[in-house]
């Protein structure tokens, strides 16, 4: 069978319930929860699971400190709870994770700890742990490195962390274990949809192609769910047809982060850093991940979408020349190890707003055009189960789809998911077997489990990543299924070579080394 042969099955007389485009979190979202509905689906994704803004973001399950300061208090609310759904159905890739809020003028402890008491407030039993406020001492106990000169005290939160790019792995995985086609690399060339009539349900068709190869099929859906991100815009004006008459307005206002990884020896500790506002009125992060520093984020609005952006010379200068300034440890150019940057897929305001991307809401928006395309954006990781929850009440609205009770996918533990009595290893620690829970006995199984190839990773999990993750190159092994890019990228491009020869042994499709290994350049400094 070929990769696109599940596919056919889906002709006019027995078209799909629901295609989605999109294989980051809002899509593989509302595909798992449809499929737990007893809905038949399937999932496209033109490049790899997470492959865009999914694996790209500062790692946090967050309520969203900054959204409580802007006054978006329904947004912090469901955050918070969903935080907490995350942190319970799949605790081998998520945790509690400890933050301090540095002082360093006096009014700064009761400021923002009266806020941070707020926040633990409308966490209500979903809270992880206690606000506290700290002495200059305890401060510097709880962050290492943190700079000692004018240090008033601090403020101790908590939130949550995770892989990204794995989550949205093991949410694909456990979409098709459910029963959804779920499949990377195929790309959507050809929408035409069609409209109801006569109370009859309508059948719009997908063309789709194997980027791998020269096969095309095409897929017949009662529904279709535009969940591509940045790009939903590119897809709705597709879908419309042509000419200036009939294209939608703009539904996304896009915005870069860029986040900066140095070693763990800037900060060694356990807990998080967060400057409230710098000098520009943004945040800073600096959050220990795997073994590693990370430090973020921008806040830029882009007009072109690329898939791989670069940072602009002054977001890479602003995150150095902050770091430096609360770090004890200046920060430079040479110690950046990785740098990656994600789009946001902001929606655009209906008119131009003061204060730059930065003032842009973060909430979700659904939008169902007059063809019937249901297109989401917007909203964040941490709140992907509940937007997936209103895309299907959505379609339910509308008519697109027949009414169906809840998954309760706020219970329904992900794929290697342990037991809840079972310890979990921090994921700021390095990484290992412990991000496949439950699984690692099937990775054990593999061969090669115990030959290293560096950062944790070993041949029998690149040979795992082939055979039961959809990993096609190296890139798909080495920035996502394992976080080597994201981590250091001149060791990845140091452990490509020995991936590409297991990967090949394997029978795997396109590994383009060569193609990973420009790929690692771009994320270093210039």
């Not at 095409?218 to 709705?236: E, I, P």
């Not at 807990?271 to 600096?286: C, I, M, S, W, Y």
């Not at 040479?334 to 305001?349: C, I, K, Q, T």
Request: hydrophobic share 45%; net charge neutral.
């Amino acid at each position: 069978m070929t990769r696109l042969d599940a596919l056919r099955a889906f002709t006019p007389d027995h078209p799909v319930d629901l295609a989605v485009i999109g294989g980051g979190a809002t899509g593989l979202g509302v595909a798992l929860d449809a499929a737990l509905r007893g809905f038949s689906v399937v999932l496209l994704e033109s490049h790899d699971f997470a492959g865009g803004t999914s694996s790209r973001a500062t790692k946090l399950l967050h309520g969203g400190v900054r959204y409580l300061a802007q006054g978006n208090v329904a947004l912090v609310r469901e955050a918070l709870a969903e935080r907490a759904t995350v942190l319970r159905i799949a605790p081998h890739l998520a945790q509690p994770l400890p933050f301090v809020m540095p002082s360093y003028q006096w009014w700064q402890t009761p400021f923002y700890g009266i806020g941070l008491k707020l926040y633990d407030l409308m966490a209500g039993r979903a809270g992880l742990g206690n606000t506290e406020f700290l002495s200059a001492q305890q401060a510097m106990t709880a962050l290492p490195g943190l700079k000692s000169l004018g240090l008033k005290g601090g403020v101790k939160y908590w939130d949550g962390q995770f892989d990204d790019a794995r989550l949205a792995l093991t949410l694909a995985r456990t979409a098709e274990a459910a029963g959804a086609k779920v499949l990377n690399y195929a790309e959507v060339t050809g929408l035409r949809m069609a409209a109801a009539v006569g109370g009859k349900a309508a059948i719009s068709q997908l063309d789709v192609s194997d980027r791998f190869g020269a096969e095309q099929v095409t897929v017949n859906a009662r529904c279709v769910v535009n969940a591509t991100g940045v790009w939903v815009d590119k897809l709705r004006n597709q879908a419309m047809g042509t000419g200036p008459e009939v294209q939608p307005a703009q539904m996304v206002s896009p915005s870069q982060g860029v986040h900066v990884v140095v070693d763990r020896e800037f900060m060694p500790g356990d807990h998080a850093l967060l400057v409230p506002k710098t000098r520009d009125g943004r945040v800073l992060f600096a959050v220990p991940w795997m073994g590693k520093l990370i430090l973020g984020t921008t806040d830029t609005p882009r007009k072109d979408l690329p898939r791989e952006p670069d940072a602009f010379a002054e977001e890479l200068e602003f995150i150095l020349s902050e770091a430096s300034n609360v770090l004890s440890q200046p920060v430079t150019r040479a110690d950046v190890r990785s740098m990656w940057v994600g789009l946001r897929p902001l929606v655009a305001p209906p008119e131009t707003e003061a204060g730059g991307t930065k003032t842009i809401s973060r909430e979700h928006t659904i939008v169902v055009d007059p063809n019937g395309l249901l297109t989401v954006t917007g909203g964040k990781w941490t709140t992907y189960r509940a937007m997936a929850e209103d895309v299907l009440e959505r379609c339910f609205d509308k008519g697109l789809l027949p009414s169906k009770p809840s998954a309760h996918t706020e219970t329904h533990r992900l794929l290697g998911a342990p037991l809840a009595a079972s310890p979990a290893t921090p994921v700021y620690g390095p990484p290992g077997i412990h991000l496949y829970g439950t699984q690692a006995a099937q990775v054990a199984e593999c061969p090669g489990h115990e030959r290293a190839l560096g950062m944790g990773l070993t041949e029998a999990m690149v040979r795992y990543a082939v055979r039961h993750e959809q990993a096609h190159t190296v890139e798909d092994v080495l920035a996502r299924r394992w976080r080597a890019l994201f981590l250091d990228a001149r060791m990845a491009a140091a452990m490509a070579p020995a991936v590409l020869e297991i990967m090949e042994s394997e029978g795997a499709q396109a590994p383009d080394l060569q193609g990973f290994l420009a790929l690692c350049n771009q994320y270093l400094p210039k």
